[in-house]
């Protein structure tokens, strides 16, 4: 058992998850990660960070990681639903499509689901966080045909099981809330954007620039705070000013 805050990021590897995981150590948290590479994980790995092997569309892994955070804290006071990766849906070709469409609603919608419902007797009454990372594309459809209408069908259910797990946990004292980002450079989601995709998602910002895993982590760390507390049910999108009004 410990006196620091408690905090689990899925998808803690790399990216994002990452900063997400270094922002709430670096704050004297005690950082749970998982992802499905021990490799990985393991150069983020310290004496605040602690590794868990788990792919969180796989429903027994999601049950090991639960069983582990209660069996050696006994409690969470931050779950960040953040793993997740990008397959290409089209309607061009319906038999893939659907196999791909049905990976992303496992990964960015059904494990977050059953990760939340499995930490939700963890979680600090009152104080708890639930934070998911779901983003722009849930809005857009993604930044090209057919590159991400699985990724964004996901993430748009993400935001509409965002609000309602708040409306379940708000009466004890739990908020939940997500986070949008935009397009973030130097992660592995995105390593692969070649100059012309990055100069025209740069281009749809106000700002003219790209955003970073600290701008996400930033955003994420403001939701936990106390300061926060009166947030719940919201979307904050962190893109740059390439949307407005959501």
């Known amino acids: 058992m410990t006196d620091r805050r408690v905090v689990v990021v899925t998808g803690g590897g790399t990216g994002i998850g990452r900063a997400i995981a270094e922002w709430f150590a670096a704050e004297d948290a005690e950082v749970v990660i998982t992802g499905r590479r021990e490799a990985v994980?393991?150069?983020?790995?310290?004496?605040?960070?602690?590794?868990?092997?788990?792919?969180?569309?796989?429903?027994?892994?999601i049950l090991r990681l639960a069983a582990e955070v209660r069996d050696r804290y006994g409690r969470v006071d931050v779950l960040v639903n953040n793993a997740g990766y990008l397959l290409?849906?089209?309607?061009?070709?319906?038999?893939?499509?659907?196999?791909?469409?049905?990976?992303?609603?496992?990964?960015?919608?059904?494990?977050?689901?059953?990760?939340?419902?499995?930490?939700?007797?963890?979680?600090?009454?009152p104080g708890g966080r639930v934070i998911n990372i779901a983003s722009i594309a849930a809005a857009t459809g993604g930044s090209g045909a057919g590159a991400a209408q699985g990724y964004a069908a996901a993430k748009a259910g993400l935001i509409g099981l965002t609000?309602?797990?708040?409306?379940?946990?708000?009466?004890?004292?739990?908020?939940?809330?997500?986070?949008?980002?935009?397009?973030?450079?130097?992660t592995e989601f995105?390593?692969?954007?070649?100059?012309?995709?990055?100069?025209?998602?740069?281009?749809?910002?106000?700002?003219?620039?790209?955003?970073?895993?600290?701008?996400?982590a930033a955003a994420v760390g403001h939701l936990a705070g106390a300061s926060a507390g009166w947030v719940t049910g919201q979307v904050l999108h962190v893109n740059g000013g390439a949307l407005f009004a959501r």
């Open 163 to 186: 609000a309602g797990m708040a409306r379940e946990l708000g009466p004890q004292g739990i908020t939940v809330n997500a986070v949008a980002p935009g397009f973030v450079a130097d």
């Open 88 to 125: 290409p849906v089209t309607l061009a070709e319906p038999a893939a499509g659907a196999a791909a469409l049905a990976e992303m609603l496992a990964v960015h919608l059904i494990g977050p689901y059953r990760l939340t419902a499995e930490l939700a007797p963890l979680l600090a009454r």
């Open 190 to 216: 995105t390593a692969d954007f070649g100059p012309a995709r990055v100069t025209q998602l740069v281009g749809q910002t106000v700002t003219g620039q790209a955003g970073s895993p600290a701008d996400v």
């Open 41 to 61: 994980l393991g150069k983020v790995a310290s004496e605040r960070v602690r590794p868990v092997v788990a792919d969180m569309s796989v429903p027994n892994d």
